[in-house]
Protein backbone atom coordinates (compact mmCIF):
# COMPACT_ATOMS: atom_id res chain seq x y z
CA UNK A 1 0.00 0.00 0.00
CA UNK A 2 2.92 2.44 0.39
CA UNK A 3 4.25 1.62 -2.93
CA UNK A 4 0.71 2.42 -4.38
CA UNK A 5 0.58 5.90 -2.66
CA UNK A 6 4.26 6.91 -3.03
CA UNK A 7 3.67 6.66 -6.85
CA UNK A 8 0.41 8.13 -7.05
CA UNK A 9 2.10 11.16 -5.03
CA UNK A 10 5.17 11.18 -7.55
CA UNK A 11 2.75 11.25 -10.09
CA UNK A 12 1.29 14.35 -8.85
CA UNK A 13 4.43 15.97 -8.54
CA UNK A 14 5.02 15.22 -12.20
CA UNK A 15 1.38 16.53 -13.10
CA UNK A 16 2.16 19.80 -10.65
CA UNK A 17 5.66 20.13 -12.97
CA UNK A 18 4.01 20.06 -16.23
CA UNK A 19 0.85 22.34 -15.22
CA UNK A 20 3.70 24.56 -14.49
CA UNK A 21 5.39 24.36 -17.67
CA UNK A 22 2.03 24.60 -19.25
CA UNK A 23 1.90 28.11 -18.01
CA UNK A 24 5.27 29.47 -20.32
CA UNK A 25 4.53 26.79 -23.02
CA UNK A 26 1.63 26.82 -25.29
CA UNK A 27 0.84 23.49 -26.25
CA UNK A 28 1.07 22.31 -22.81
CA UNK A 29 -2.01 22.77 -20.97
CA UNK A 30 -1.86 23.81 -17.18
CA UNK A 31 -5.56 23.33 -15.82
CA UNK A 32 -5.70 19.41 -16.50
CA UNK A 33 -2.52 18.95 -14.96
CA UNK A 34 -2.75 20.64 -11.90
CA UNK A 35 -6.26 19.35 -11.45
CA UNK A 36 -4.71 15.47 -12.05
CA UNK A 37 -1.85 16.71 -9.29
CA UNK A 38 -4.70 17.50 -6.83
CA UNK A 39 -6.94 14.68 -7.44
CA UNK A 40 -2.88 12.74 -6.97
CA UNK A 41 -2.02 14.26 -3.79
CA UNK A 42 -6.03 13.95 -2.56
CA UNK A 43 -4.83 10.33 -2.55
CA UNK A 44 -1.90 10.23 -1.29
CA UNK A 45 -1.04 13.17 1.07
CA UNK A 46 -3.23 15.34 2.79
CA UNK A 47 -0.41 18.00 3.71
CA UNK A 48 0.42 18.36 -0.68
CA UNK A 49 -3.38 18.36 -1.43
CA UNK A 50 -4.53 21.15 1.36
CA UNK A 51 -0.87 22.70 0.10
CA UNK A 52 -2.00 22.63 -3.73
CA UNK A 53 -5.77 23.93 -3.08
CA UNK A 54 -4.18 26.96 -0.62
CA UNK A 55 -1.51 27.77 -3.29
CA UNK A 56 -2.02 31.12 -4.63
CA UNK A 57 -1.10 29.96 -7.98
CA UNK A 58 -2.71 26.90 -8.54
CA UNK A 59 -5.53 27.01 -5.70
CA UNK A 60 -7.63 28.89 -7.93
CA UNK A 61 -7.61 26.38 -10.90
CA UNK A 62 -8.73 24.23 -8.92
CA UNK A 63 -11.15 26.55 -7.19
CA UNK A 64 -12.64 27.09 -10.21
CA UNK A 65 -13.13 23.82 -11.93
CA UNK A 66 -14.47 22.75 -8.67
CA UNK A 67 -17.33 25.27 -8.26
CA UNK A 68 -17.88 25.43 -12.08
CA UNK A 69 -17.75 29.34 -11.56
CA UNK A 70 -16.19 29.91 -14.92
CA UNK A 71 -13.15 32.57 -15.64
CA UNK A 72 -13.60 36.12 -15.23
CA UNK A 73 -12.72 38.73 -17.92
CA UNK A 74 -9.10 39.74 -16.64
CA UNK A 75 -7.97 35.72 -16.46
CA UNK A 76 -9.33 34.96 -20.25
CA UNK A 77 -7.48 38.42 -21.07
CA UNK A 78 -4.33 37.33 -19.78
CA UNK A 79 -4.82 34.03 -20.99
CA UNK A 80 -5.55 34.70 -24.82
CA UNK A 81 -2.33 37.31 -24.41
CA UNK A 82 -0.15 34.98 -23.06
CA UNK A 83 -1.03 32.06 -25.52
CA UNK A 84 -0.64 34.48 -28.50
CA UNK A 85 2.88 35.95 -27.29
CA UNK A 86 4.10 31.96 -26.89
CA UNK A 87 2.65 30.96 -30.16
CA UNK A 88 4.72 33.98 -31.73
CA UNK A 89 7.93 33.35 -30.20
CA UNK A 90 7.34 29.36 -30.59
CA UNK A 91 7.11 30.66 -34.72
CA UNK A 92 9.91 33.01 -34.69
CA UNK A 93 11.94 30.71 -33.46
CA UNK A 94 11.11 27.71 -35.36
CA UNK A 95 10.28 29.02 -38.74
CA UNK A 96 9.11 26.64 -40.41
CA UNK A 97 5.84 27.17 -42.34
CA UNK A 98 4.01 23.88 -41.26
CA UNK A 99 4.59 25.28 -37.70
CA UNK A 100 3.31 28.36 -38.46
CA UNK A 101 -0.01 26.70 -39.63
CA UNK A 102 -0.32 24.20 -36.59
CA UNK A 103 0.37 26.89 -34.06
CA UNK A 104 -2.11 29.08 -35.76
CA UNK A 105 -4.76 26.32 -35.54
CA UNK A 106 -3.78 25.53 -32.06
CA UNK A 107 -4.24 28.91 -31.05
CA UNK A 108 -7.40 29.76 -33.06
CA UNK A 109 -8.94 26.13 -31.00
CA UNK A 110 -7.38 27.30 -27.62
CA UNK A 111 -8.51 30.70 -28.16
CA UNK A 112 -12.48 29.65 -29.55
CA UNK A 113 -12.07 27.31 -25.91
CA UNK A 114 -11.35 30.00 -23.48
CA UNK A 115 -13.93 32.22 -24.87
CA UNK A 116 -16.65 29.53 -24.68
CA UNK A 117 -16.22 29.24 -20.86
CA UNK A 118 -18.65 30.72 -18.56
CA UNK A 119 -17.32 34.42 -17.92
CA UNK A 120 -18.22 35.38 -14.63
CA UNK A 121 -18.13 38.37 -12.63
CA UNK A 122 -14.79 39.41 -10.72
Known sequence: MQVKRTLVLI???IALGLG???MVLPLLPTTPFVLLAA????YSSDRFYNWVKQNR???PYIENYREKRGLTIAFKA????ILWVSLAISMFLLREVWIYALLCVIGVCVTAHVLLIKTRKE
Open 20 to 22: TLG
Open 39 to 42: TCFS
Open 11 to 13: AGF
Open 57 to 59: IFG
Open 78 to 81: RTII
